[in-house]
Each structure stands twice: as structure tokens, then as C-alpha cells.
């Protein structure tokens, strides 16, 4: 048991080696392209060369035990991690062909085109109508009021919440349930126009109704968005995504579709780990 | 479980609730003298003060005869010299506050800027009161006026308005941050449309334990040379000013037992006006506590 939740490190020093034969790899643009990415807490490195490329209008999912450095990961294809004092980041990261850690990117254009949901519900302490009418109004993207308000209706439909809140758009959103409350912060997110979404663990504090519902808008979304997401559950990665990352340790241990990666993994690692043997 | 192990716990437990007992009395006690102590301050002010307290009273000027004399001159420049403190110090904290907690970076020079200014907190008025005869009364040329006075005052209260605005700055949940960064905006947007309205309470909270220290402020104005008697209201930041401490002050130290009473109702004046600043500043903050849930 001890010997198989442990494996030596060792054993993934081949894993360098064939990380670009995915099967997916020369399908294509790329929506996202990362080559050799590392990242460092100051002097800690959290990721070690990462390289991967997801494509457009599929759901990626990135698996792992916890402090692999998937959210992470995650987190620096919108430069979130900028806010975060001593980070660093090695190597290249591109969005349609645009790399964007070089000197000069607008980082606020990157946030608004590379949407994100996050572990915690965190909506604003405002009513749900301005909620998702605050990131139109912060990027001038609505002119009248009632471009306003037909983008902030266009938006809750997107998310499955319209009919739920129709009648109460101007109460609190802090009176809504948790998984409300999660889908306004994926309907906030749509309503700015992105092309990628990043979610961040999305269901892990919901009820097992509200994740089916928010997994099932993941169904509907990626026919528009391209998304990643993060989380803990090896069944919602199997459910709702055609592509699977599996990090260890702050390495991408094995990148592959979905069925291949719970079926017949290519590392033993992988397949222990979602086997459930450890993690 | 032998019978004589069994009794020691249970009388153990009956001394640890004992114990529990006698401290939450020696609590209420505790409780109680304090506030019997205010009620005896309060009672034997107002038991002074009320027999002088009229429309007349707060309407006239200053006399040399104590059953003429009125407070309008420093009731007018205590409030005049508030106002005009916060008008001064409230800028200034609030954007020293945000640079330090929200653009700062945390370095040497910042943790320098930190300690000096918890230590300021700490300063004893009268040396502010130096620093403004030096600074705004002599080499500034502001003279004995209400600016000078306020300019001092707002030296006084503002490492309390930083301190508070910083700690109220920091309550604000991260995820709140993050949320706001996610959609594009920019670091100004995050801190004026998310920041600042979850923060205003505390901040208010802060500015009304500020000014409610520099409204009964006595020292550091008697050193720039507020005047003890005056015989006009203050009409611009440039005029001479007295304030409703000093003039207590005055009255007290009159041997005659009528200005005594003056000096009571003084401070009945003074403590109305403290109650009705700390009211409205807790208007202000639940106005604002509730406006983000409608």
C-alpha cells in the first residue's frame, strides 16, 4: 500500500521525454499552447515543465491530489497569480498564438477573454442584476440600459438561472443557495464575452443536485467556450470532459482523452492514482 | 471506577463551577462600578449644567458676566474646526491607507512607513500641538486661525484614520478580489467598485473614534494659540478660534461658583455634539452596510 502511494520520483524522469506525442497535438490550432512551463513560489518550485495543448470547444479536465499544482496551473493561464507577491513563471504560454507573459500584454484584456470560476462562490456583495451588469460596466462593453439589461438576461439564460431569478434580479445575491450562487458567478463570467473559461473546482462545496446541474451547463457550454477545469472528483472529470490531465507532484504525469486516461492509462502512476489506490 | 476516585472528580467539577461563577460576578462587579462612575460624572454635570442650559446660552458670545455668558463662538469653531479636520484628514488617510495596503509592496521601506506610523498613534497631543505652532502657525504663516488648528488636529487623528482604514481595507475577503480581477478589471476598478463599499463601515468606524478624539482636544490647540476668550464667531479658516474644551477649561479655572455651572453646561454642549457626530457617522455606516443588499 506505502509502496504504491509513494512512487520514487525516478520514475517520472522519462516523463519529459514524450510529452508531445498526445494524440491531439497535431489537430489543428491549439487554443491554448504551453511549452516548458515551470513556476515558482519564490524560491519553491511549484510546477515543473509543463507542456500541453488544449484545444478549442473541448472540455480539459486536470486531475490530481491536492498541492499537485493543478489550480496552479490553472491559474496562470489568466495570470491570476500575478496578484500573488514573489510568483514567477518560466517558459511560454499562448493563447491563439499569443503569448501571454510577454512584456506589454494587457492583462486586464487577457482576464476579460480568459473567464474565471472559482472553488468558493464569491459573489459580490450587490444585487444579482449587478452582479453580472459590474464586469459589462467595467469594460464599457454596455451602452444603453436596456443593452444592459437584455446582456445581464442573455447571460442568466446562459447559465441556466434566468427563470429562478427573473422576478428577484434586484435582491441581494448573498440571499441565493450555494449552487445559486455558483451559477451566478459562471453567468457573471459569460456575460463579459470570453472565449475560455477556467473553473476552479467549481462543485466541490455543493450538494450532489446543484453539481449535477452545474456539470450539466458545462455540457451546454463547450459548445461555445473552450473550458478547463479543475477538480478533486475522478467521476466529474469521467462525466464532463473529452480531455484529461493527470499532475503529480507539480508534473503532468500523462495528458490524453478522457476514456483513455480512465481506461487504459499509459502510466502506472495514473492508473494507481485513479484506480483510487492512492491520492 | 473505586468510590473515593469517583467524589474527587465530582467535587472537582463542583469547584471548576464554583470558580465559573465567582468570576462571572467579579465581572458583572466590575461592570457595574464602571458604570456607576459614569453616572455619577453625568448626573453631577447635568445636575450643574441643565440650570444654565437655554436657546440663550447657546446663542451668545463670551462675558464677564457669568450669567450672560453663551457658547455660540466656541460651539461654532468646535464644529467649524471638525469639519474642516476631516475635510483634511479624511483624503489623506484614506489614500494613504489604500496605497500602503493595496499598491505597496512589501519591503523595508514600508515596514519602516508601518512601525512609524502604529508609533505616532501613541504621541502625546501636546507635541503635535509643538509641531503645529512650528510648522502651520509660524513657518507656514497660517497664524492663530481655525486652519492651523484643523491642519494640527488632522496630524492628531490621522495615523488612527490609516491604522483603522488599512485594517478595514485588509477584512475585505481576498475571493472578493479575485472575483472582480477575473472579470478585467483594473486594479482602481477592483478597489473603488468592490474594495471601498465593503470597507466603508469599518472605515467609518474608524473616522468617528478619530474625531471624537480631536473634538476634545485641549492641549495642542492651547499651544498654537486658540484664544480662551472670544467674542465673535469664527467666519473664515483664517479667523481666530476658540473650542468648546478650552472654554470649559476657562470657565472652570474662574474663581466665581456661577462659571462653574457655565462650565457644566459646556460640557453638556460638548457631549451633545459628540453624541450627535458618533449618530450620524452610524446612520451613515448602516446606510451604507445595507445599500449592497437592496
Known amino acids: 500500500m506505502s509502496s504504491a502511494a509513494r512512487p520514487p520520483l525516478a520514475s517520472l524522469g522519462h516523463l519529459a521525454a514524450r510529452r508531445s506525442d498526445t494524440p491531439e497535438a497535431p489537430e489543428g490550432t491549439p487554443k491554448i499552447d504551453v511549452e516548458s512551463m515551470s513556476f515558482y513560489y519564490g524560491d519553491k518550485r511549484a510546477l515543473h515543465d509543463i507542456s500541453v495543448r488544449i484545444r478549442p470547444n473541448v472540455v480539459t479536465a486536470f486531475i490530481g491530489p491536492s498541492g499537485c499544482g493543478k489550480s496552479t496551473f490553472l491559474r496562470s493561464l489568466n495570470r491570476m497569480n500575478d496578484i500573488i507577491q514573489g510568483t514567477r513563471v518560466e517558459g511560454r504560454i499562448r493563447i491563439d498564438n499569443v503569448d501571454i507573459y510577454k512584456p506589454g500584454l494587457d492583462v486586464v484584456q487577457l482576464r476579460r477573454r480568459v473567464g474565471m470560476v472559482f472553488q468558493k462562490s464569491n459573489p459580490f456583495p450587490k444585487s444579482i442584476f449587478e452582479n453580472i451588469a459590474y464586469g459589462l460596466r467595467i469594460n464599457g462593453m454596455a451602452g444603453s440600459s436596456s443593452e444592459l439589461a437584455g446582456r445581464v438576461e442573455e447571460s442568466l439564460k446562459q447559465a441556466a438561472l434566468w427563470d429562478e431569478v427573473k422576478d428577484r434580479l434586484h435582491e441581494s445575491a448573498l440571499a441565493m443557495s450555494g449552487g445559486q450562487q455558483q451559477r451566478l458567478c459562471i453567468a457573471r463570467a459569460l456575460a463579459v464575452r470570453p472565449d475560455i473559461l477556467l473553473m476552479d473546482e467549481p462543485a466541490s462545496a455543493l450538494d450532489p443536485i446543484a453539481t449535477q446541474r452545474i456539470e450539466e451547463l458545462i455540457y451546454d457550454l463547450k459548445k461555445t467556450y473552450t473550458i478547463v477545469i479543475v477538480t478533486h472528483n475522478m467521476q466529474q472529470a469521467a462525466r464532463v470532459s473529452d480531455h484529461t490531465a493527470f499532475f503529480w507532484l507539480g508534473r503532468l504525469v500523462e495528458f490524453d482523452r478522457t476514456e483513455k486516461i480512465f481506461t487504459a492509462p499509459a502510466e502506472k502512476l495514473t492508473e494507481d492514482y485513479v484506480t483510487g489506490r492512492f491520492g | ?294
Not at chain 2, 474642516?84 to 491607507?97: K, Q, R, S, Y
Not at chain 2, 487623528?157 to 472579470?183: F, M, W
Not at chain 2, 490647540?221 to 472654554?247: E, R
Open chain 2, 1 to 294: 471506577m473505586s468510590e473515593p476516585a469517583g467524589s474527587a472528580t465530582s467535587s472537582h467539577t463542583a469547584w471548576r463551577r464554583r470558580a465559573d461563577v465567582a468570576f462571572q460576578a467579579l465581572a458583572l462587579l466590575i461592570l457595574l462600578l464602571a458604570l456607576a462612575a459614569l453616572g455619577a460624572l453625568i448626573w453631577d454635570v447635568l445636575a450643574d449644567g441643565t440650570g444654565r442650559l437655554s436657546w440663550d446660552f447657546l446663542t451668545s458670545f463670551s462675558s464677564r458676566r457669568a450669567e450672560r455668558a453663551g457658547i455660540w463662538h466656541a460651539l461654532t469653531g468646535s464644529i467649524f474646526v471638525i469639519a474642516l479636520t476631516a475635510a483634511i484628514a479624511v483624503p489623506i488617510g484614506i489614500g494613504t491607507a489604500i496605497h500602503l495596503e493595496e499598491y505597496g509592496s512589501r519591503n523595508l521601506v514600508s515596514r519602516i512607513i508601518e512601525i512609524n506610523i502604529t508609533n505616532l498613534a501613541s504621541v502625546p497631543s501636546i507635541i503635535y500641538g509643538l509641531l503645529g505652532l512650528g510648522l502651520f502657525v509660524r513657518t507656514l504663516g497660517m497664524g492663530r486661525s481655525v486652519l492651523a488648528g484643523a491642519s494640527t488636529l488632522a496630524l492628531l487623528v490621522l495615523p488612527v484614520v490609516i491604522l483603522s482604514t488599512r485594517e478595514a481595507l485588509r477584512a475585505v475577503p481576498g475571493s472578493l478580489r479575485e472575483g472582480s480581477y477575473a472579470l478585467g478589471a483594473t486594479k482602481w476598478q477592483t478597489i473603488w467598485h468592490q474594495v471601498l463599499p465593503v470597507a466603508l463601515p469599518g472605515i467609518l468606524t474608524g473616522f468617528i473614534l478619530a474625531l471624537s478624539r480631536a473634538i476634545g482636544e485641549t492641549a495642542p490647540l492651547i499651544t498654537i494659540g486658540a484664544v480662551t476668550f472670544v467674542s465673535f464667531a469664527p467666519d473664515s479658516i483664517w479667523s481666530p478660534f476658540t473650542v468648546l474644551p478650552i472654554q470649559v477649561f476657562d470657565w472652570v479655572r474662574r474663581p466665581q461658583p456661577e462659571f462653574h455651572d457655565n462650565a457644566a453646561a459646556g460640557i453638556v454642549v460638548l457631549l451633545g455634539l459628540l453624541l450627535s457626530m458618533n449618530a450620524a457617522a452610524i446612520w451613515l455606516r448602516d446606510r451604507f452596510q445595507t445599500r449592497g443588499l437592496r
